[in-house]
T-cell receptor, first 110, second 112 residues
Framework: DGGITQSPKYLFRKEGQNVTLSCEQN?????MYWYRQDPGQGLRLIYY???????QKGDIAEGYSVSREKKESFPLTVTSAQKNPTAFYLC?????????FGPGTRLTVL | GDSVTQMEGPVTLSEEAFLTINCTYT??????LFWYVQYPGEGLQLLLK?????DKGSNKGFEATYRKETTSFHLEKGSVQVSDSAVYFC???????????FGKGTMLLVSP
């Protein structure tokens, strides 16, 4: 089955630690995206990538980093510079204008 | 710039009631329009879309018509079910078509 996988579903980290969230897609989509969602809030774009080895900052990139070494993969690292990292993180991919979303990773920083 | 405005929630309805969630937009040209749904603890799923003016998107009993005269794309369902309880997002591609602009989302709560 084609789709987007995010792992893990739940992630706990201590304050000050970097953590990497995985996003993999087998839909052969060129573009991939990372969003952050806080309780009762909409989606905020962190980073996006339209092709391999290229990515752009979204609206809230500070404290985050990404890489796009393979078409299928777009991992997000939440660094210690992110002041309030506890949130629900969503990855998406797109063949054009419509986006397809993964199930999300809930990150809790203790 | 491109933007999407949705009615604030929560919208609270009884089962079998009629649903309308308003969405208006500002955009350059006539982009595709989308409604996404997010069930608790899950990612977003595309509910329906319309690619040009006067198109009607439909899925699972939900409908929305692309109205360029009123720049609206209101979501409707004739008879909601408890299982429709979720957050609904209206969205459109930005002018460069590289990202989507989302509304803030409208929570729907349906009681038996």
């Amino acid at each position: 089955d084609g789709g987007i996988t995010q792992s893990p579903k739940y992630l706990f980290r201590k304050e000050g630690q970097n953590v990497t969230l995985s996003c993999e897609q087998n839909l052969n989509h060129d573009a991939m995206y990372w969003y952050r969602q806080d309780p009762g809030q909409g989606l905020r774009l962190i980073y996006y990538s339209q092709i391999v080895n290229d990515f752009q900052k979204g609206d809230i990139a500070e404290g985050y980093s990404v890489s796009r070494e393979k078409k299928e993969s777009f991992p997000l690292t939440v660094t210690s510079a992110q002041k309030n990292p506890t949130a629900f993180y969503l990855c998406a991919s797109s063949p054009g204008d419509e986006q397809f979303f993964g199930p999300g990773t809930r990150l809790t920083v203790l | 710039g491109d933007s999407v405005t949705q009615m604030e929630g929560p919208v609270t309805l009884s089962e079998e009631a009629f649903l309308t969630i308003n969405c208006t937009y500002t955009a350059t040209g006539y982009p595709s329009l989308f409604w996404y749904v997010q069930y608790p603890g899950e990612g977003l799923q595309l509910l329906l879309k319309a690619t040009k003016a006067d198109d009607k998107g439909s899925n699972k009993g939900f409908e929305a018509t692309y109205r360029k005269e009123t720049t609206s794309f209101h979501l409707e369902k004739g008879s909601v079910q408890v299982s429709d309880s979720a957050v609904y997002f209206c969205a459109l591609p930005n002018s460069g078509y590289s990202t989507l602009t989302f509304g803030k989302g409208t929570m729907l709560l349906v009681s038996p």
